[in-house]
Nanobody, 119 residues
Framework: VQLQAFGGGLVQAGGSLKFSCAAS?????MGWFRQAPGKEREFVAA?????YLADSVKGRFTISRDNAKNTVYLQMNNLKPEDTAVYYC???????????????????WGQGTLVTVSS
C-alpha cells in the first residue's frame, strides 16, 4: 500500500490544521506518528473501527476515516508549540490492538509533512 499525505504547514499556537492521507489500497489500521527534532518518533492517533489517540492530543485532535476513499484524516485543534514535528501517515494489516501505538508494526509509511506551531 502506498500512502500520500496532504496538509501541514505553519500555524500559530491555538490554531488548527487538518491532514489527509490517501492509501492506494485498503488497510485495517491507518494512523499518524510524529517526530520532533531530537526526539523519538511517537504515536499520535490511529483508526481501526474507532479512533485511538495519544494522551497528549486527546481533546484536541480527532482522527476519522473514509473507507470508500481509503483515506484517513487528522484534525488538529488548539495546536501547541510542542506539537511541532514531522508527521507521518502509516498503515498496516498485522496489528493487534495492543500494538496499535507501535510504529514497528505498521507496514506502509507516507512521506513526512512538517507542522510548525509558533508561540
Amino acid at each position: 500500500v502506498q500512502l500520500q499525505a496532504f496538509g501541514g504547514g505553519l500555524v500559530q499556537a491555538g490554531g488548527s490544521l487538518k491532514f489527509s492521507c490517501a492509501a492506494s489500497g485498503r488497510s485495517t489500521t491507518m494512523g499518524w506518528f510524529r517526530q520532533a527534532p531530537g526526539k523519538e518518533r511517537e504515536f499520535v492517533a490511529a483508526f481501526r473501527w474507532r479512533e485511538y489517540l495519544a494522551d497528549s492530543v486527546k481533546g484536541r485532535f480527532t482522527i476519522s476515516r473514509d473507507n470508500a476513499k481509503n483515506t484517513v484524516y487528522l484534525q488538529m485543534n488548539n495546536l501547541k508549540p510542542e506539537d511541532t514535528a514531522v508527521y507521518y501517515c502509516a498503515a498496516g494489516d498485522r496489528l493487534i490492538l495492543s500494538t496499535i501505538t507501535e510504529g514497528r508494526m505498521y507496514d506502509s509509511w507516507g512521506q513526512g509533512t512538517l507542522v510548525t506551531v509558533s508561540s
